[in-house]
Each structure stands twice: as structure tokens, then as C-alpha cells.
């Protein structure tokens, strides 16, 4: 009468998945959309590019003129999807490390206890009111003039996560302060220790405040992962510019990164929004 058991599962759990796959979907069609635009802007612009130089007699139609060579991205893709694999390691593990120091550093930033609260604040405030770049400058070149001689994976993890620790810490301390304070009064009126209030009553309901900018922040560090290229880091940039060194067509390999780095963004932006709306069901 009521149909089979796998007929009932399967009608209880449709409202759930359809608005998922809806979303899923409407996202999937923007990066497509996004990526199609892109690419046809760009070769609108190249025409146009190429009929200004023209028509104002710098070249001509006949060869002389510049000539869009993208089959050297389609030859190298591979050469660039590697860098687009170590881009995505660093970033990984950067994210990682970066939320778990800047929990510690945002739980210090609220303490009560003067020198732990002082450090943490020069620790934020010198990080996130020096360029990125001279950060990881001094971390790669500065060592080695006391005989201390880092890397490059471990001088690009080490400065990327420092300095995104600051802003992830500030973002993690205004969750908490969110957090009204009778919640905490009563979980100690119930004798938890803080530490249990902590992880059992603060960090949770914080977490859910902060996530959305804590998913701009971890799209950032994709981005300004970039960064490390500086260092010679084999990222994506990095492998772009090795590329441009050997065939020199800086636009169609730079503006096919911009692609790449456009479809990576929005193709994460679409993933933890995903686990948002699963792990905080009722955020929005």
C-alpha cells in the first residue's frame, strides 16, 4: 500500500538532494558560462588589437602583423597542469596549517593573560601591515646569513601559512566574539572546564559565523600562492613563466592561466559551498 522500502527512501530523500543538485548545477552552468565569456572576450579583443595595429600601419595584414599562436598552450598543457598540481598541494596544506594557527593565535588574541595577549597582537598586526612578498623574501634569504639554509617547498609553505594565519586568526576572533557571552557563563555554571567550552560550545557555533569568509580566504591562498614563484617555487606561475623564457608568447600562455586559475577558483568556491550546506544546513 505505501510502496516497497527503497520507493520510500527515495521519495524522502528527493527534497533533500533536489535543491542540492539544483544549486550544483546553476553553479557548474556559471563556471562554463564565465569560461566561454572569457574566451570570447579575449579573442574579441585580439581582433580588435590586430585591425587597430593594421589599419594604423605599425603592420599588415600579410604576415607581418601579430598572430595569435595558442596551439603552444595546447602543446604544453601538461607542462601547465603540473604547476596547476603543485599550486593546489600548496594551497592545500597552507589552508590546513593556516586555520589551525590562526585558532591558536585568535584564542590568544581573547586571553586574559597580558604577554600571550600582547604577542598575539604584534604577531597580527606586523603580518597583516607588511607585503606578503617580503615576508617570504625574508623567510627564503634571510636564514641563511646565520647558516640556516630552508628550502623551497619548506621557505614557501612556512611564509604563506604565517602570513595567512594573521587574517585567518582576525576572522576566527570575530566568530567568537559573536558568540554571546551567557553561553559561556552557563557551560561554567555547569563546571566545564574552559577548554571544553572551547571545543564543545564556542567553536562550533563560531565556525558556522565564520565560514563564508573563511572560504574567501582559503580561494586567496590559491590565488597568492603565485606568490611563491618569487622563490622559484614550480607552481603555475611559475611554469607559465618558465614557458614564456622558452617560446616567448607571454598573452596566449598568461591569458590561458587566467583561465585556468578562473575555472580552479570557482570550481572550489562551488565545492565548499557544498560542505556548507551540509555540515551548516540551516547558515543560511
Request: charged share 10%; glycine share 8%; net charge positive.
Amino acid at each position: 500500500m505505501g510502496g516497497s522500502a527503497p520507493h520510500r527512501g527515495a521519495m524522502m530523500l528527493a527534497p533533500r538532494v533536489a535543491p542540492v543538485f539544483g544549486q550544483s548545477w546553476q553553479l557548474l552552468t556559471s563556471i562554463v558560462w564565465v569560461g566561454l565569456i572569457f574566451l570570447g572576450g579575449t579573442a574579441l579583443l585580439l581582433l580588435g588589437v590586430r585591425q587597430i595595429v593594421i589599419l594604423a600601419g605599425i603592420a599588415t595584414s600579410g604576415g607581418r602583423g601579430w598572430t595569435p599562436h595558442f596551439e603552444v598552450v595546447l602543446q604544453n598543457l601538461p607542462f601547465l597542469l603540473e604547476g596547476l598540481l603543485s599550486t593546489l598541494q600548496l594551497s592545500a596544506s597552507v589552508g590546513v596549517l593556516a586555520f589551525g594557527l590562526g585558532i591558536l593565535v585568535a584564542l590568544a588574541r581573547l586571553s586574559r593573560l597580558g604577554p600571550l595577549y600582547q604577542l598575539a597582537t604584534w604577531y597580527v598586526e606586523v603580518l597583516r601591515n607588511t607585503p606578503a612578498i617580503v615576508q617570504l623574501f625574508l623567510i627564503y634569504f634571510g636564514p641563511p646569513t646565520v647558516g640556516v639554509r630552508l628550502s623551497v617547498p619548506v621557505a614557501a609553505l612556512l611564509g604563506l601559512t604565517i602570513n595567512n594565519s594573521a587574517y585567518m586568526a582576525e576572522i576566527i576572533r570575530a566568530g567568537i566574539r559573536s558568540i554571546n557571552r551567557g553561553q559561556t557563563e552557563a557551560a561554567s555554571a555547569v563546571g566545564m572546564s574552559y577548554p571544553q567550552i572551547t571545543r564543545y560550545v564556542i567553536l562550533p557555533q563560531a565556525l558556522r559565523v565564520v565560514y563564508p569568509p573563511l572560504v574567501s580566504q582559503w580561494i586567496s591562498i590559491v590565488l597568492f600562492s603565485s606568490l611563491a614563484s618569487v622563490i622559484a617555487y614550480p607552481e603555475l606561475a611559475e611554469h607559465a613563466k618558465r614557458l614564456d623564457s622558452r617560446t616567448f608568447r607571454s598573452f596566449e600562455i598568461y591569458g590561458a592561466v587566467t583561465v585556468i586559475y578562473t575555472i580552479c577558483t570557482l570550481s572550489l568556491a562551488l565545492v565548499l559551498r557544498l560542505i556548507e550546506r551540509r555540515v551548516f544546513p540551516v547558515a543560511r
